[in-house]
């Protein structure tokens, strides 16, 4: 009997690194920035001001593949910041996977930020398949979120296709997606600022 429940995306192969980085780069480039959400941390903007002019595609190489979530969600924030889009399908198939709690949220911001063909296939595919699972509460929440944001920048009418469906998951949840959504907001505003901060 053919398993429904199966998880169409095990046999995407997921970037891992070795642990590759000493306590003081932990200390500098993870520690100050794991959070589930950025606006839980009030330092956060200072705090990647001052490290943003060191932050390139090695120092998040070494932070995006580690199997943890702390690692993985501050990977997700610096590509945000910093587009770097050459980590799109890492991230992409990460938050497909959804192997770690939290990470996703991470991941979302990202895609949103990157706005682009792929990272919209994406979040499409995320939510084509997560949004019939009931059983499971990751973040369909924060896949939508990023593509009302996408529309809301683009006119374009990507969350539209998802309404129905959304509204049947959430259907029987304490917390609706406006408040996602607002929360969703206020961090790619702070994601956004960064991207320019220090140019000036």
Known sequence: MKDTNKNPFETLNSFHTENEFDEAFYKKFVAPFYTVRI???INFKSDYVNIKAEIDADIVKKIIG????????????FCAIENLTEF???????????ELVH???GFALALASFNSKKSIDYLKKYLDYYLTRK???YEQNYAMSALKWIDER???EHTKEYEQRYAEWEKDTSRKFDSYYNEFVQQILIIEEL??????
């Open 103 to 105: 990470q996703g949220k």
């Open 66 to 77: 580690q199997s943890n979530w702390r690692e993985r969600i501050v990977g997700a924030f």
């Open 135 to 137: 059983d499971l509460f």
């Open 154 to 156: 683009t006119k374009s």
């Open 195 to 200: 991207k320019t901060a220090g140019n000036n």
């Open 88 to 98: 799109e399908d890492i991230i992409g198939v990460h938050f497909l996977k959804s």
């Open 39 to 41: 606006i839980n941390l």
